[in-house]
């Protein structure tokens, strides 16, 4: 079965001088939404933006907002995240106590639900969880800072968990997060993937329309 890469640009790595313009060149390219990381300086050890930045790039963004929280207590949250116009809320099963509650308030609200694992914890964890999941974001770098090199055991975690997927005969996306590049776009598409998520890969490299559009074409067999 031939399967293609869908690219979700993550605006961490955008020009926050010009936010605006790379927000519309997103708009504008092969990506399917904007990924948008929320990080607290608790969960993780770095502070990116809130909710009036979030806000601002909704009024300009077109496509679906992916919102990953990387935060402490997310459920505080929900409610503020439906209400800036987030299509896609993402909690990290380490952050949740009650995820099964959780998965079901963001559903409420009318957002896809997503689950986020850190690059230690184990997809099998998921098990009893894939039904209430719209996508499971698999982190391949460690949770905090763009830019990181890319953990190789993450081919091995998504071949695992699309074997779970399809088992289940349910449609939960796997997303793959952090050091993903034109190099490894094949391999994670061939592994099961269906949505990369791609920072300073594409705001870094000379043309980033074009990189969208170069992942964007990998298909595999």
Same mark, same amino acid.
């Given at each position: 079965?031939?399967?293609?890469?869908?690219?979700?640009?993550?605006?961490?790595?955008?020009?926050?001088?010009?936010? +605006?313009?790379?927000?519309?060149?997103? +708009?504008?390219?092969?990506?399917?939404?904007?990924?948008? +990381?929320?990080?607290? &300086? *608790?969960?993780?050890?770095?502070?990116? #933006?809130?909710?009036?930045? !979030?806000?601002?790039?909704?009024?300009?963004?077109?496509?679906?907002?992916?919102?990953?929280?990387? @935060?402490?207590?997310?459920?505080? #949250? @929900?409610?503020?995240?439906? &209400?800036?116009? *987030?299509?896609?809320?993402?909690?990290?099963?380490?952050?949740?106590?009650?995820?099964?509650? $959780?998965?079901?308030?963001?559903?409420?609200?009318?957002?896809?639900?997503? !689950?986020?694992?850190?690059?230690?914890?184990?997809?099998?964890?998921?098990?009893?969880?894939?039904?209430?999941?719209?996508?499971?974001?698999?982190?391949?770098?460690?949770?905090?800072?763009?830019?990181?090199?890319? @953990?190789?055991?993450? #081919?091995?975690?998504?071949?695992?968990?699309?074997?779970? !997927?399809?088992?289940? &005969?349910?449609? $939960?996306? @796997?997303? *793959?997060?952090?050091?993903?590049?034109?190099?490894? $776009?094949?391999?994670?598409?061939?592994?099961?993937?269906?949505?990369?998520?791609?920072?300073?890969?594409?705001?870094?490299?000379?043309?980033?329309?074009?990189?969208?559009?170069?992942?964007?074409?990998?298909?595999? #067999?």
């Amino acid at each position: 079965m031939k399967r293609s890469a869908q690219i979700a640009p993550s605006l961490l790595a955008a020009d926050f001088g010009n936010l +605006d313009k790379d927000v519309k060149m997103v +708009d504008e390219s092969q990506a399917i939404w904007h990924h948008i +990381d929320v990080m607290d &300086g *608790v969960f993780v050890p770095n502070i990116s #933006y809130g909710m009036p930045v !979030i806000k601002a790039i909704r009024k300009v963004a077109k496509k679906p907002l992916d919102a990953h929280l990387m @935060i402490v207590q997310p459920d505080r #949250y @929900i409610e503020t995240f439906a &209400g800036l116009g *987030v299509n896609n809320l993402t909690v990290h099963y380490e952050a949740c106590t009650h995820l099964h509650r $959780t998965l079901q308030a963001i559903r409420n609200t009318g957002m896809k639900a997503g !689950i986020a694992l850190n690059p230690h914890t184990p997809v099998s964890l998921l098990e009893h969880s894939l039904e209430g999941a719209d996508l499971i974001c698999i982190m391949s770098v460690n949770p905090g800072f763009g830019g990181q090199s890319f @953990i190789e055991n993450t #081919y091995e975690k998504v071949r695992e968990l699309r074997s779970m !997927i399809d088992s289940k &005969g349910v449609k $939960t996306l @796997i997303e *793959v997060d952090g050091g993903v590049t034109l190099d490894n $776009t094949a391999k994670l598409v061939q592994a099961g993937a269906d949505v990369l998520v791609a920072g300073s890969a594409v705001f870094r490299s000379e043309d980033p329309k074009a990189t969208i559009a170069r992942m964007a074409s990998t298909k595999v #067999y």
